[in-house]
Nanobody
Framework: QVQLVESGGGLVQPGGSLRLSCAASEDIFSFNEMNWYRQAPGEQRELVATITNGGSTNYADSVKGRFTISRDNAKNTVSLEMDSLKPEDTAVYYC?????????????WGQGTQVTVSS
């Protein structure tokens, strides 16, 4: 069972920055994708950013140009650098690993870390 531990959340003012980190208990190169999702109160969980084991990245339109996802294979971590934060970025952020198999998708989730953007 893969264990994922997120860190780095907190309270920040609009326009500020935060860096989230996710440490995995296994070699992250074994995962097809590592993702950051977020879920605001009363909203569905949404995909924020993706990085593949080949290093390709993809972002939700709402965070393009402000958020940067990166991975450190040696440390088995994935990070999300969040700049120019807005109140609408307030949510619980979840780290996710995904493996595509012939029988379907295998997901693992972290416990989440709260990000609050408020003055």
């Amino acid at each position: 069972q893969v264990q994922l531990v997120e860190s780095g959340g907190g309270l920040v003012q609009p326009g500020g920055s935060l860096r989230l980190s996710c440490a995995a208990s296994e070699d992250i190169f074994s995962f097809n994708e590592m993702n950051w999702y977020r879920q605001a109160p009363g909203e569905q969980r949404e995909l924020v950013a993706t990085i593949t084991n080949g290093g390709s990245t993809n972002y939700a339109d709402s965070v393009k140009g402000r958020f940067t996802i990166s991975r450190d294979n040696a440390k088995n971590t994935v990070s999300l650098e969040m700049d120019s934060l807005k109140p609408e970025d307030t949510a619980v952020y979840y780290c996710n690993t995904r493996i595509y198999t012939p029988s379907g998708v295998r997901d693992h989730w972290g416990q989440g870390t709260q990000v609050t953007v408020s003055s």
